[in-house]
């Protein structure tokens, strides 16, 4: 059996009697600053030990999300109609999709941006229109010209005034009208503005009559609407409340849609004009001349284009007229993020999300009036950063970001004015992962901590002893 006295033999820390040692005032300053020393610096490696440590890398973009990027977008248009409002996209692929609606949306906002009504319902888009064959005809006037005073006396005299806004350079303003002409006619034989008055068609020349074409917020020709009586209000901010025709232009359609809308109307006593139920070919019109789209659409990850314009098939626009001026709430890359999750990224990396919607909030003006066909567009350069955490030996994919740097420029066109985002991804991402700190590792760091001062303390305060002894003998004379 071992005895006590050889496991003695191995104590590293043999005990020296109490009343061997000597206290002194020096060591017990040494001994309180080495004890404050001790407690910051055990600070510091706590917090260092706590706060998360990245990498950051450049690599090969090796995405999981496929071989599309979704862009959402919410943007302001104060001076093009929802009625003409498409957005369309293109890429280097030959990839080009027109007016795009499916995942799109827009509200009909005012000269301020302020919204009007619900959401404008644009319908299905009719790639084809059938216009009449009277057009080497010689075409008899059968509509009445009207301008701003006529208009107002005329929309509050008969139930239903179908106006046809039009504009003499203009292609298909050419093409309707002799059918226009004809119907005006046929409709005035069946239906006496003099005897009936519950119908009339007229038309307005949009080179000549500016305002009132504006007014009604006229921005593709020819543009075919429908007044009732009593719906044309201005108490709202000037709003007014009537309908668009979509249909065919040939004759025999247009003058099917007169008769429909005078069916409505009771013949004995004028009342206000009662909705009739074929609407398959008109909708209401833009309440105001301004737009909010929103909404996103898909891309393929190569260098292409998002355009938001006027578009029709079947009108003319004068682009001397037109404003593309805008607004940029929202534009974005990729999945949305959602704020908690980007609150926990930005815990890695404080800078993270600072690009991800650049544009955000900017507004893009043409302040020059008498500069024409000004097209707007911004210049975008992408670049994936994903950030990645290491939980229990295994990676996970925290967040997955696009931020993007912008250059905007506004350049004059001798094509329709347009707004264009021209985009291209980086070939590379960037990869931030964070790496996790060992607790063994804290711990050691910590006894190195109390052992360092402990052990540098001891030091000091016996160089400090030993100098004063030595001091002190030198002024007694002792020698030694």
Known sequence: M????????????????????????????????????????????????????????????????????????NMSFPALSCEFASVDVSDVLGTNRLNITKTIRKFSIDQHLRPTGSEFQSGPVPHTIKHGDEVDEETVEGSVTINGVSF???????????VNFYAPWCYWSTRLKPSWEKTANIIKERYDPESDGRILLAKVDCTVEVDLCKRHHIQGYPSIRIFRKGTDLREDHGHHDHESYYGDRDTETLVKAMEDLVASVPRENQRLALEDKSNATKRPAPMTGGCRIEGYVRVKKV???????????????????????????HLSFGKTISPRLLSDAKRLIPHLGRSHDRLNGRSFINHRDLDANVTIEHYLQIVKTEVVTRKASREHTLIQEYEYTAHSSLAQSIYIPVVKFHFELSPMQ?????????????????CAIIGGVFTVAGILD???????????????????
Do not use: C, Q, W
């Not at 107002?152 to 179908?162: A, N, Q, R």
């Open 152 to 162: 107002d006396k005329l929309s509050h005299e008969y139930p239903i005034l179908v």
């Open 430 to 446: 960037v990869l931030i992962t964070e790496n996790p700190k060992s607790f063994s590792h804290f711990l050691t760091n910590v």
């Open 462 to 480: 016996s160089i400090f002893h030993n100098t004063i002894r030595m001091m002190k003998k030198v002024e007694l004379g002792k020698n030694f």
């Open 2 to 73: 071992i005895s006590s006295s050889k496991i003695k033999s191995v104590d590293f820390y043999r005990k020296i009697p109490r009343d061997l040692t000597e206290a002194s005032l020096s060591g017990a300053g040494l001994s309180i600053i080495a004890a404050l020393a001790m407690v910051f610096l055990f600070g510091m490696e706590l917090n260092n030990y706590l706060a998360a440590s990245t990498t950051t890398s450049v690599i090969v973009d090796n995405s999981s999300d496929g071989d599309f990027l979704r862009i959402d977008f």
């Open 303 to 329: 260098p292409g284009n998002l355009i938001i314009s006027a578009r029709s098939g079947v009108h003319s626009f004068d682009g001397s007229k037109m404003n593309m001026s805008h607004v940029i709430s």
